[in-house]
């Protein structure tokens, strides 16, 4: 779907474009400073900002592919970004987990690996995000090893790794060559986890995203550039003004990474919501939030890149708010094409909060999508039936071989389980959509099947986070 005209994506593309050229972007690492100076980029290194000329900007987007995929340690789950794709991932980073019979409680491990568990039985969700809840119990310089280690061996999907500095990346890129049984080399010729490179809008790259964008690029993995642009906040309060910011921030980002290695797997990503005025708060799935996901979908297609985008909801509860503000964020992520939809699945309290119910009901609303998308099948059998308005033979639609055969698949039973009259409904507890969410998650669980890993594999595992975690405790990154 294209909410702007040709001249309009046109107009915020040349607005970008000044903004780098004449206001540019604070960089707080030497190391990409060095970069981009090497790279003929206006370099003031007192005041750490760097402005690109369209030159380079172009020269950059000639070598960003259009299309790439991730292979995880099962190729079946391969993921694809860019083209006619879509992929649906796991919440990710809140600190706090919640359900409906335990409550509101800090991240931990156990709901994390249960969350992960989770993903791996709905095959709706595509991949795994970054720390779907943090693990706040173990200690923040070397969870990441906990949350890598339990990615790979409760599923068999690709993840994404932190990027928090060097060594967080490093190790995502490590584990995951293990688990696959390749090298370094190998991986970097097929990658299997990409980031998320948070740009601390407004036009500022912090050192440790920045290092981790680097080192990412330079193993050849995937590199998601997301400005945080909250209008009334982070960026201008006007739709176009924000989209403006954030497509220079999103470009800036992917010329370092070509920088870094020329061809090197970077997507386009947006993350353009409003604040409420009144109170500061984040707001999600509003009409602004809607429109942002879809245009921000023509951008990367004007670039040839990867699109990266996000539903989302500031709802405390997974409750009717809830749903109808992340439907919203999710249709315009649809019709923008997202080819990579974060935080599609568990994203509670406006991303403060991983809800095992929510998580449920996401899905629900994936699995509609998913339909939605289906291209539309037209049968002249059935037409030269429905069509001219015929009773059929078994004297309703619902009897005919053609409809029965249609609604008995897989992907229509959790909804057609529900489809029950009052009465029934009534004896079975009178359970709103919450109440069944929790019910599901539980079912879910107990149906879940580990995926099988050689018992070589994950012992090398195990004996690369034993000795990263001594390293980390002894002061290396």
């Known amino acids: 779907m294209e909410v702007l005209s040709a001249d309009q994506v046109e107009a915020i593309h040349e607005a970008s474009l000044y903004i780098l050229e004449n206001f540019g972007i604070e960089v707080m690492s030497a190391h990409a400073l060095d970069l981009f100076a090497r790279a003929g980029a206006k370099v003031d290194h007192g005041a750490m900002t760097v402005r690109l000329d369209r030159g380079l900007v172009a020269e950059a987007l000639k070598t960003a592919p259009a299309a790439y995929a991730l292979t995880p340690s099962n190729p079946a789950n391969t993921v694809h970004l860019g083209g006619n794709t879509i992929n649906f991932t796991l919440v990710a980073g809140p600190p706090n987990v919640h359900d409906m019979e335990r409550g509101r409680r800090a991240g931990n491990l156990r709901d994390y690996a249960d969350l992960v568990r989770l993903a791996q039985h709905f095959n709706c969700i595509t991949m795994i995000g970054n720390q779907v809840c943090a693990p706040v119990e173990l200690p923040a310089n070397s969870r990441h090893l906990d949350t890598y280690f339990t990615n790979l061996t409760l599923s068999d999907k690709s993840f994404h790794v932190s990027a928090i500095g060097r060594g967080r990346a490093l190790d995502g890129i490590h584990m995951m060559a293990i688990a696959r049984g390749i090298t370094l080399d190998e991986m970097a010729r097929d990658p299997g986890v990409t980031t998320i490179i948070s740009v601390n809008s407004p036009r500022r790259f912090d050192d440790m995203m920045a290092e981790g964008l680097i080192t990412m690029a330079e193993h050849g993995q995937s590199v998601c550039i997301t400005p945080f642009t909250l209008m009334g906040a982070m960026s201008p309060v006007t739709l176009a003004g924000a989209l403006a910011q954030q497509n220079a921030e999103a470009l800036f980002g992917i010329v370092l990474a070509q920088l870094v290695r020329p061809g090197a797997p970077v997507m386009y990503g947006a993350f353009t919501s409003n604040v409420d005025m009144k109170s500061g708060a984040p707001a999600f799935g509003t009409p602004e939030n809607t429109k942002a996901n879809i ?40 019709l923008g094409h997202g080819n990579l939809i974060y935080h599609a699945a568990g994203w509670q309290e406006g991303g403060l909060t991983a809800s095992f119910e929510k998580f449920i009901i996401d899905v629900e609303m994936i699995q509609h999508m998913m339909e939605f998308l289906k291209p539309i099948e037209v049968n002249e059998a059935e037409l030269a039936v429905e069509a001219l308005g015929q009773v059929p033979t078994g004297g309703h639609f619902f009897g005919e071989a053609h409809t029965l055969e249609r609604y008995s698949t897989a992907f229509y039973q959790p909804i057609l389980s529900n489809w029950q009259n009052y009465e029934a409904w009534q004896e079975a507890g009178a359970l709103d959509a919450t109440a069944r969410a929790t019910q599901l998650w539980k079912k879910a669980l107990e149906e879940y099947q580990q995926p099988a890993m050689d018992a070589a594999v994950r012992e090398e595992l195990e004996a690369y986070v034993a000795r990263r975690k001594q390293e980390i405790g002894q002061g290396e990154p």
Do not use: C, F, H, I
Request: no cysteine; hydrophobic share 40%.
């Open 295 to 334: 245009a921000s979908g023509q951008l990367a297609r004007r670039y040839k890149l990867p699109y990266r985008t996000t539903p989302g909801s500031a709802s405390n509860a997974a409750d009717a708010q809830g749903t109808y503000e992340t439907l919203m964020a999710l249709w315009g992520a649809v």
